[in-house]
């Protein structure tokens, strides 16, 4: 028994199968990301001003990344179109370009990008005692200059036991550039490269603090969506390069010698899904990174 | 052309060739991880009935509970204790949670356990390769990895019953913010607890039906036989492939949604919690700026769509089985089509219908009352077709035919009663009692499970080469029938009179259930009668249970076509081979050309070539018979 056009066109569709459904599934993975999405919206929206983070993560990095992505998306098309032209070199060369890029994404996004917001400390201040930390948090000057307001001292925690110790009576704080000199017009607006640590260090008494943590999903709705989204998007990465991986191995050599054409199929397949995924990525860094 | 091979329904000695690489797979491949379509379609029907089953068994349970709250449950109550764990009924008791857990289990189970797999899953899987004229769908390998995400995904959920403080409590739509902090605390378990894990089910769950989805939708687009076009498709294929679309873009908002919760449960984030949540008397330490709101949103645009997904299928069932029996075409069989595919678009834009009581405004409501009245103009034109159909027909009273024709009323009762759920101001009424309850489970269980009760009987014949006994599925229809109605029909009344759906004494503490008599017996004492007849109904699946196993050996043998149909699935040997036909179908007319004028027999097959008579007619003679 053989599944007709599996490999040819049918001839009034002009598709083989799983083009359709490669594209059936990618509209359901746009319904996917599209409910995470709108929850971040709605969520955004609703948001009272000041409490959703803005410049906190770091945009050249991602750039970075993005271009990485882009390429890589360029690569896979380079290797389909090479198959297409038989010269199997070339696509294998292609192939390992595609696959490494999505490596190198990958290790920075989950080994370097996601580590430096779990070293990275934020206290969101109780109202009544906001006046009491102004030095830090210019909420006057950022009235003044119709800026949102500012609930939250951030920084590297020195004191890393006092998030677990009930003792330890005050977060000590080497503070964020925004924090240390919040007066300054330099720190109205996030910056492309990222402002340092200052080695100004501010101590905040517990009893003033609403809620302190390191900037994990459990920060707030926008670090939430950040990592749920970030990590699925991830997850899907991961799915093509073992994908592409397979279809870069010995294993599909075989299938080329026999049947090059279903090779080809398998790679536009799959290089769809690629360009799908680089497009998630394409709302994902303005959104998180810029907006 | 030569017509006596496309009319050929007999076994041919070349038959068992096309078989041939059938013999070399094993046992396991060949019944247990096979990718033919026809085993993983009766994998998921055995595998449906038998959820379907348990969830009716939950129901049961929790209606001794409403008839008789607080009292010892007799005879089994004393075992299930050792089953449940014993905080589930200590002296045969019910406990609240785990009257809790059964009420949000059965409806899980019900629904994307029993119904969907069985008329989504199984008869598109057996049916719809069949009724094009293809091999098998197009990715079999595709196919049998969604069959056994579902079965994960059930065991997962089968599995959540036994962890400490048992299954899931937090209602079918897991509301939050309850549900985010169900099961947690002193003595539950992080992963292994009731909620969490019905969230992990769910998400293997919706991988199974995105996996059948995108394997339906090509399997239709691209291996329909030659001359199959697509207004000659039957109307199970065109409902099939509307409600493959409903689940490939509806579930994944709701897997967005599952990953959120998830997230809230086990990473403490706050996507549906708002701040200044107490639990317990204690605040709660997490971040806040949630919406509980959200997660209804998302949970219904999947839910309403979801509504159609267990319904389109059966109405592709009971036209199969109308037109067969009446012996005479589908009435307005495009009408039929395009209202199958309005209905599919228009279901998804009336979820929030499910939330009026939530205030989303008057503006958001105006539309959605719009849009949900609309969509009953498809619904009564399909409904009204098959009425019309029956119309001058020399109906034929078979078993599958007896379901069909009381799924006509039942399904009619509910979508009417629907309506004035459909209008805001009487639903605030309305809302969360028995009413609410009668009306849907007039849609899914004498609408949707006599269709699939009215397929197994009328498809079994071609999985096994016999038929069901006639007589037993007389026996099973009739108390079937009754006690359904006999159980819903008095929850419309109770619902009226003010009873809320989720009472866990049935109403006993409550004055609006014991003030007044309705018939001459209150609210609450209305529970008595309808638990009998739930009970009732349970013994009246036990003939069915023996019928369906024991006509797999003994049945009476009856040949490839024993309905007379004229579906191209009827051209296939009984049961079919892998691979399916023994010559691959063409077709050349219709699906439902009965007592066509000028013939020998009342029924052509649609791989019956056009007779050059039939040729100079303008008009098929299929449309005129009414007139």
Known sequence: MEIPYTVSTRPDTGLWNAKVGIWLFLASEVMLFGGLFSAYIFLRIDAPPGTWPRGVLNVPVGTFNTSILIISSVMVVLAWASLKMRRYRAYWWYMLGTILCGIVFLVIKLGYEWPLDYVHFGAYIKPEALGKYEQYLGNAYAAEKDLPPRLEITGHLHNQAALKDPNIKEYEVALDPLNAYPTNPEVDRPHFFPLPVTDKIAKIEKEDVERATMFLPTHSTYF???????????????????????????????????????????????????HFVDLIWIFVFPLFYLL | MDSSASVDTHHEPHAHDAAHEHHELGFWRKYIFSTDHKVIGIQYLISGLIFLFFGFCLMMLMRWQLAY??????????????????????????????????????????????????????????????????????????????????????????????????????????????????????????????????????????????????????????????????????????TEFVTAFLLLLAFPPLEA?????????????????????????????????????????????????????????????????????SRKPLWGYKAHVFAVLTIGFLSFIVWAHHMWLTGMGSGVSAFFQTTTILISVPSVIILSAFFISLWGGSIRFTVPMLFT??????????????????????????????????????????????????????????????????????????????????????????????????????????????????WGLTGFEWNKPISWAAWIMGLAQIPFIINFFWSIKHGKKVNDNPWEATTLEWTAPSPPPHGNFVHTPVAYRGPYEYSLPGRDRDFTMQNEPVEPAERTRRKPPAESVLV
């Open chain 2, 69 to 238: 709250p607080g009292h010892e449950l007799p005879v089994i109550g004393k075992w299930l204790p050792h089953i449940f764990g014993p905080e589930s009924m200590p002296d045969g008791k019910m406990t609240p949670n785990f009257y809790n857990s059964l009420g949000a289990m059965h409806g899980t189970i019900m629904i994307f356990l029993g119904v969907v797999p069985i008329a989504f899953a199984a008869f598109g899987n057996f049916v719809v390769p069949l009724q094009i004229g293809a091999p098998d769908m197009a990715f079999p390998k595709v196919n049998m990895a969604s069959y056994w995400a579902f079965f994960i995904g059930g065991s997962i959920m089968l599995i959540s019953f036994f962890v400490p403080g048992g299954a899931a409590k937090g209602g079918w739509t897991s509301y939050t913010p309850l549900a985010a902090f169900d099961d947690t605390g002193p003595g539950r378990l992080v992963v292994f607890n009731g909620q969490t894990l019905w969230l992990i089910a769910f998400i293997f769950l919706i991988t199974s039906s995105l996996l059948g989805a995108i394997n339906f939708i090509p399997t239709i687009i691209q291996l329909r036989a030659k001359g199959l076009t697509w207004m000659r498709l039957p109307v199970f294929v065109w």
């Open chain 2, 257 to 325: 949604a599952i990953i959120m919760q998830l997230m809230d449960r086990v990473a403490h984030t706050s996507f549906f919690l708002p701040a200044g949540l107490v639990l317990n008397g204690a605040p709660v330490s997490i971040s806040g700026g949630g919406s509980p709101l959200l997660w209804q949103h998302l949970f219904w645009f999947l839910g309403h769509p979801e509504v159609y997904v267990l319904v389109l299928p059966a109405f592709g069932i009971v036209a199969e089985i109308l037109a067969n029996n």
């Open chain 2, 405 to 518: 024709i009381a799924f006509l009323p039942m399904f009619g009762i509910g979508g009417l009663t629907g309506i004035p759920l459909a209008f805001n101001s009487a639903d605030l009424y309305l809302h969360d009692t028995y009413y609410v309850i009668a009306h849907f489970h007039y849609l899914v269980a004498p609408g949707t499970i006599f269709a699939i009760f009215g397929g197994i009987y009328y498809w079994f014949p071609k999985a096994t080469g016999r038929k069901m006994n006639d007589f037993w599925g007389r026996v099973h229809f009739w108390p079937t029938l009754i006690c359904m109605n006999a159980i819903f029909l008095p929850m419309f009344l109770q619902g009226m009179a003010g009873m809320h759906r989720r009472w866990y004494d049935g109403g006993q503490g409550w004055n609006v259930a014991n003030d007044h008599t309705i």
């Open chain 1, 224 to 274: 939430a969506s950040y990592f749920t989204i970030t990590g699925l998007h991830g997850a899907h990465v991961l799915g093509g390069v073992l994908v592409f991986i397979y279809l870069w191995l010995p294993v599909s050599k075989r299938l080329y010698q026999s049947n090059p054409e279903h090779l080809a199929n398998r790679v536009e397949v799959a290089g769809l899904f690629w």
